[in-house]
């Protein structure tokens, strides 16, 4: 009776190892830390110390090598599950668009443009931008089909460089709202406009993005979220 209570409590003891260890290894997996090859190699290789250590008697009891595996790979399968699903928890998940009130302008018109970062997690998630906006917005022109990304003519302000935190909640959005009265206001040279007037007819990409913390420039090389939208300005 001794023995078989010490047999139970050694296969819990190895159920639960396998448990673990399994957790720990699709963990490093899912972070990419190492190949999963590599953690079956490092998962064995602890199996197989913690068997010589515990010395389960299967045989006396006639548990076999067959219900042996079968509690393995069922304990392994719950033990992926179980990680997969902690990590779709605390996993941040975001959704980043920007968006205008209407696909076409006529020349002159004011452009309304909504920046929304939204939460698409299961937790509140936080993330920290290089400026306390946290969101900028860019204006680009094509001359043409073949003009891009086009001539920066319009960004939002005013804003300040300080690393800011933002906290959002589960299924919620972080909003900005912008608006482009169609000026040009960083000071592109070019025959048909001057600075500050009404800018030409044509197509104009509008690019959000949220720089990164440790950016070295406020640039969209650094973004950490980033997204854009295409609309038309007419003459008439």
């Given at each position: 009776?001794k023995?078989k209570s010490?047999?139970?409590?050694?296969?819990?003891v190895?159920?639960?190892a396998?448990?673990?260890?399994?957790s720990?290894?699709?963990?490093l997996?899912?972070t990419?830390i190492?190949?999963?090859?590599?953690?079956f190699?490092i998962?064995v290789i602890?199996?197989?110390l913690?068997a010589?250590?515990?010395?389960i008697?299967?045989?006396?009891?006639?548990w076999?090598?067959?219900?042996?595996?079968l509690l393995t790979?069922?304990i392994?399968i719950?033990?992926a599950?179980?990680t997969?699903?902690?990590?779709a928890?605390?996993?941040?998940s975001w959704?980043f668009?920007v968006?205008?009130?209407k696909?076409t302008?006529?020349l002159g018109e004011?452009?309304?443009?909504?920046?929304?970062?939204?939460?698409?997690?299961?937790i509140?998630?936080s993330f920290?931008?290089?400026?306390?906006n946290?969101?900028?917005?860019?204006?680009?022109?094509h001359?043409?089909?073949y003009?891009?990304p086009?001539?920066?003519?319009?960004?939002?302000?005013?804003w300040?460089?300080?690393?800011?935190e933002f906290?959002?909640?589960?299924s919620?959005a972080?909003?900005?709202d912008?608006?482009?009265?169609?000026?040009n206001?960083l000071?592109?040279?070019h025959?048909y406009?001057?600075?500050?007037q009404?800018y030409?007819p044509?197509t104009y990409?509008i690019?959000a993005?949220?720089?990164?913390p440790?950016a070295e420039?406020?640039s969209q090389?650094y973004?950490?979220?980033i997204?854009s939208v295409d609309?038309?300005?007419?003459?008439?």
């Amino acid at each position: 009776m001794k023995e078989k209570s010490s047999f139970r409590f050694n296969i819990l003891v190895f159920s639960a190892a396998v448990f673990i260890l399994t957790s720990i290894a699709y963990t490093l997996w899912l972070t990419q830390i190492f190949p999963l090859w590599s953690m079956f190699i490092i998962f064995v290789i602890f199996l197989l110390l913690f068997a010589f250590i515990v010395d389960i008697p299967i045989d006396k009891f006639k548990w076999g090598a067959k219900k042996t595996s079968l509690l393995t790979a069922g304990i392994m399968i719950m033990a992926a599950i179980v990680t997969q699903s902690a990590w779709a928890i605390i996993t941040p998940s975001w959704s980043f668009s920007v968006a205008t009130d209407k696909s076409t302008y006529r020349l002159g018109e004011d452009v309304k443009i909504t920046a929304s970062l939204k939460n698409t997690g299961y937790i509140t998630h936080s993330f920290k931008s290089l400026v306390n906006n946290p969101v900028l917005i860019t204006v680009f022109w094509h001359r043409g089909p073949y003009d891009w990304p086009g001539q920066s003519v319009w960004w939002n302000h005013p804003w300040e460089e300080n690393i800011t935190e933002f906290s959002v909640l589960p299924s919620q959005a972080l909003e900005r709202d912008f608006v482009w009265n169609q000026t040009n206001i960083l000071g592109l040279i070019h025959p048909y406009f001057s600075w500050n007037q009404t800018y030409m007819p044509g197509t104009y990409t509008i690019e959000a993005f949220v720089p990164e913390p440790e950016a070295e420039v406020l640039s969209q090389s650094y973004a950490l979220f980033i997204t854009s939208v295409d609309i038309n300005v007419t003459s008439s």
